[in-house]
């Protein structure tokens, strides 16, 4: 699965709003633009290393994740947020870049993820999506 880039967009959100019904993180930043990240989204996309490994090459697929919600949200200073999964996973900082990122490259590293679980011969739940 392509790992997300970590580059310094500069941009700080003006509004983040978790929507727990829908398990959407709704983030509008500074530019003008706004992301509806999904829950499921995030958590495979966590930056923590038990999602991404401790180097090149050992990144971990998550799957069965499909109906993963956000429990709360935890500010890290000034640069980022602590997701709080209801599977119990809490230990990756989303920065403000690495979510401008995710946002804006959503459909290409979903399709990556997609066809990461479908190398791994992982159907996922045909009702949900991320």
């Known amino acids: ?21 829908s398990r959407v993180l709704a983030v509008s930043f500074d530019d003008g633009r706004h992301f509806d990240l999904g829950a499921e989204y995030l ?5 923590s290393a038990e999602v ?7 990144a971990v697929l998550q799957v069965g994740k499909e109906s993963v919600g956000i429990e709360r949200l935890e500010p890290v200073g000034q640069y980022a947020l602590r997701l709080h999964f209801d599977d119990g996973h809490n230990t990756g900082l989303y ?6 990122d995710l946002g804006e490259n959503a459909d290409a590293y979903w ?3 997609l066809d990461s679980l479908a190398a791994a011969g992982y159907q996922r739940d045909a009702g949900d999506s991320a």
């Open 111 to 113: 399709q990556d993820y």
């Open 95 to 100: 920065s403000w870049d690495l979510l401008y």
């Open 1 to 21: 699965m392509k790992r997300p880039e970590r580059r310094n967009t500069g941009r700080v959100p003006t509004q983040i709003r978790l929507h727990r019904q």
């Open 52 to 58: 991404r490994g401790h180097g090149p090459g050992q």
């Open 43 to 47: 958590r495979v996309h966590s930056p």
